[in-house]
């Protein structure tokens, strides 16, 4: 169960799953499919990815090359994240609407999340939603390749654990602090904390969500150690699996406005870890495992990346051609027919025409690095 750098099938299926949940529930199924779990999936899969990859580099360097990393990450996103802000852009400026400096910048360098929190979004146009708004999740995401690596280097030695934990319980206390102080007659209510409304405030904020991500950091350290019959059980038992089901079905069941702010995110990120440790490592579930590893679902976990962003510029331009403003419930029959082949079209396009010309390069450069190391 040792961390190594090697390519793990499962987690593109997972990868697929996600993006599969996500794109359901914006298009008109967001009452019955939880979107907002096929984020923090996203989140926690990135998370067990990243720490992996680090753990492997510091077992065969000594180190983790800084410079490197982040590279890596600017080479691996910005390509498709440049098409997606011109493709917006140019939507926006045939509708005769300014993206503006301050929207660009945000998209550019990873604020969205923040900037949909303090302000927002508007076209002026009720049939035509701003597509930048997706990228807060993406924001939430770079905040964490930014900050982490530093972090796992810091406390490799010792105190990784009781860090990460106390991250994970201070997480949860914060969104407990903006869910009840926020409130009206709260006592932060009002103040700039809490952002333009409080429940956006929780789900969008980095300092609110980072704790999906540290689940799936704290797998791949455990996978890493030596082994111990709690990890073991942990990582390898069905049980474990059967133990995530059960909170991801009861965080989506109970309703209460403020467990789903603040404790729905802990036992949706706690679930993940649960669940992802048997998934990938216990015997009993290798029926699973091969279902995962279905071509069709693989294609989609590699394109997961793209079909995120183009799915919801397809959503955008579909709103705009059918005269509709976005819901949660079904959309006339020419909205899908728009939004499906549009979203098809796009995200084909950017993968097999940037993102796979980037990676093949990318593996070129990385490749040259392990020679040189080696």
Known sequence: MAAGPGYIPELDGLRALSILIVILSHAGLGRI????????LFFGISGFIITRLLLAEHKARGRIDFAAFYLRRAVRLYPALLVFVALASAALLAMGVEPGSGPLASALLYFVNYWRIWTSYETGIETFPHPFGILWSLAIEEHFYLLFPALLWLTLRRGFLPLILA??????????????????????????ACGRDVADRIYLGTDTRLDAMLYGCLLAWLADRPPARWTAALLRH????LAALALILASLLYRDALFRDTWRYSLQSLAILLGLGPLLFAPTLARARAALRWAPLQLLGRMSYVLYLMHWLAICLACLLTGQTLRETAYSPAWYAAAIPLTVALSAA??????????????????RQVVAVA
Do not use: I, N, Q
């Open 238 to 241: 069905p049980a474990a699996a």
């Open 167 to 192: 991250l994970v319980a201070a997480s949860l206390a914060w969104r407990l602090v903006l869910a009840t102080g926020c409130a009206p007659g709260g006592s932060l209510s009002g103040g700039l």
């Open 350 to 367: 950017v993968y097999w025409g940037v993102e796979k010309p980037v990676a093949r390069w990318r593996h070129r450069m990385r490749a």
């Open 33 to 40: 499919v939880p979107g907002g779990f096929g984020v923090t």
